[in-house]
């Protein structure tokens, strides 16, 4: 389907948790947690075009995994976003599904996101960030965070989001193509870190933000290893790279992340992995 030149474009990055701390279940059935975040050069695309009612088609390597009934998330956060603002337009949205879904990183949450972003810019609404990210965090945890796309610390349920500088790095991504569900990975949960971090210091640069890391887990690599094991075995392949620096998992899995000491090395091993493991979904990105 062809798409008219004044749509709304709108990038929606990868999200990746650098690491992730959980602590106590909170009254409304959700854990606390703190999570240094960053975003992907990696992403899903969105266009959205004036149209009568809103609808939303499915494009991309990923759209055959995806529905777009009404429990799409970027259907729930465009009609939250009309009846908030008592918009009555409607749009057409195209998501370009490039991201695995159900892979922990806010594949879904930042298309959401960038729904509510694209909508209010398609529907000239006078809306501000706040009532954006309030409007996220009802429909889902990782979804404020997404709003701006910036390197975060994220708090709470993942609704308190504070803006930090993060050095960025080179990153390669691996997902070995099995969806871990968000609740079943918490509900395995054993062991946590708790949330008592401060937040992190001024880091100059990779080396001290990887150093900075090291002091830190992902508390959901355990249980979502004992759901699929698979995990392990790419957590060992991106250890086990030239000019590696960190592997580690992104939020409730399955996707890792590896950061690496440059864009070479990162393009290397993930053309290394991606011809070793043709199943897997392999990225060379930067975050
Ligand atoms: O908010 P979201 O829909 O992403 O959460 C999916 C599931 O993950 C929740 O139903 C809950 O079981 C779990 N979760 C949690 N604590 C959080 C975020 C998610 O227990 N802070």
């Known amino acids: 389907m062809t798409i008219t030149p004044d749509a709304v474009r709108v990038f929606a990055p990868a999200k990746i948790n650098l690491f992730l701390h959980v602590g106590d279940k909170r009254a409304d059935g959700?854990?606390?947690?703190?999570?240094?975040?960053?975003?992907?050069g990696a992403g899903d695309e969105l266009t959205f075009e004036l149209a009568d009612g809103i609808s939303l088609v499915l494009e991309g390597l990923f759209a055959g995994v995806l529905s777009a009934d009404t429990d799409?998330?970027?259907?729930?956060?465009?009609?939250?976003?009309?009846?908030?603002?008592?918009?009555?337009?409607g749009a057409r949205i195209t998501l370009t599904k490039n991201l695995p879904v159900a892979s922990g990183i806010g594949g879904g949450s930042a298309d959401a996101a960038a729904s509510l972003r694209g909508l209010a810019r398609l529907w000239d609404l006078d809306v501000s960030q706040d009532l954006l990210h309030e409007i996220g965090a009802i429909l889902g945890s990782d979804i404020p965070v997404c709003i701006a796309s910036v390197p975060a610390w994220m708090e709470g349920r993942g609704e308190t989001v504070t803006a930090v500088n993060v050095p960025g790095a080179a990153m390669v991504l691996v997902n070995p193509g099995v969806a871990v569900p968000t609740g079943k990975v918490f509900a395995a949960l054993k062991e946590r870190r708790g949330v008592g971090m401060p937040l992190p210091p001024?880091?100059?640069?990779?080396?001290?933000?990887?150093?900075?890391?090291?002091?830190?887990?992902?508390?959901?690599?355990?249980?979502?290893?004992?759901?699929?094991?698979?995990?392990?075995?790419?957590?060992?392949?991106l250890a086990t790279q030239q000019g590696v620096m960190l592997a580690r998992m992104s939020g409730s899995g399955a996707t890792c992340f590896s950061l690496f000491e440059s864009d070479a090395a990162a393009n290397n091993a993930a053309a290394k992995i991606s011809k070793q493991n043709?199943?897997?979904?392999?990225?060379?990105?930067?975050?």
């Open 72 to 89: 799409n998330l970027v259907l729930k956060a465009a009609r939250a976003l009309a009846s908030r603002s008592a918009c009555e337009q």
């Open 278 to 287: 043709p199943g897997w979904w392999v990225a060379a990105t930067a975050a």
């Open 202 to 237: 001024i880091m100059k640069s990779v080396p001290e933000l990887i150093a900075y890391l090291k002091t830190t887990t992902n508390d959901l690599e355990a249980p979502a290893r004992e759901i699929a094991p698979v995990i392990g075995e790419v957590l060992d392949t």
């Open 30 to 40: 959700f854990h606390a947690l703190q999570s240094l975040v960053v975003f992907a």
